[in-house]
């Protein structure tokens, strides 16, 4: 029986890719580049800086201190500007809450981008763990950044949920001993049935059946 669910962030909790999609339209501007569409940036969202610098300027990209630190400052100046809590999140999280039962957060986004982020929806204040990409000497899909946050909530990695929307999440959760549920709604690719997964969720709010079935205990 599961005591607490661990969440991904872009692309599970937050629809950050418009916003993500302007800071690098903004970096490709001031290197002559044309735009990209929110189509092309979109499938990258999940998988940070590096792969959206890559997509933008190729490889080698995220190694140039220059665009990401260009790139960092233009997400930093309106990181909430078009991003949203997935429709359906805020009923979940809202449960939870009601329930006692602790949820925390683990992402591949770096602390200072987080944080940032973080204050400006209201619905994720109760955050009981964080574990960010730069948190740790390692990062999903290693365990540890999962372990780590469960400790954080004092429950045993067996009882722990963790749903994401990227292989690398359902990775970190198997290796973990955790039960892995991808969040189809976000960033993922048809590839996900195929993922070491526990299932596959449709839409946030169908977490709440197992609420309701007694899969979850505060």
């Known amino acids: ?27 490709l501007a001031d290197h002559g580049r044309a735009p990209l ?11 940070g800086t ?26 930093l100046r309106d990181i909430a500007l078009e991003t949203r809590l997935f429709q359906g999140v805020a009923e979940l999280i809202a449960t939870l809450d009601g329930a006692g039962i602790p949820w925390g957060i683990v992402t591949n986004k770096v602390t200072h981008l987080t944080e940032a982020a973080l204050p400006n929806y209201t619905e994720l204040a109760a955050c009981a763990a964080l574990v960010c990409g730069d948190t740790l000497a390692e990062r999903k899909p290693h365990p540890s ?3 780590h946050a469960a400790r954080q909530l004092g429950v045993a990695p ?17 290796d973990a001993g955790m039960t892995g ?30 609420c309701e079935n007694g899969q979850l205990a505060g």
């Open 1 to 27: 029986m599961s005591k607490a669910v661990l969440f991904d962030l872009d692309g599970t909790l937050l629809d950050t890719a418009p916003d993500l999609r302007r800071a690098l339209n903004e970096v």
């Open 37 to 47: 569409s929110l189509a092309a940036v979109r499938p990258h969202a999940t998988h």
């Open 50 to 75: 590096k792969s959206l610098l890559t997509l933008a300027f190729g490889e080698g990209a995220f190694e140039r201190q220059a665009l990401r630190e260009a790139f960092w400052a233009a997400y």
């Open 145 to 147: 950044p999962l372990l």
């Open 158 to 174: 067996e009882h722990c949920l963790y749903l994401g929307d990227a292989v690398t999440d359902m990775e970190a959760a198997r």
């Open 181 to 210: 549920l991808v969040a189809s709604w976000g960033y993922v690719d048809d590839s996900h049935p195929k993922w070491p997964a526990q299932a596959v969720l449709a839409h946030p709010v169908q977490l709440l059946d197992w």
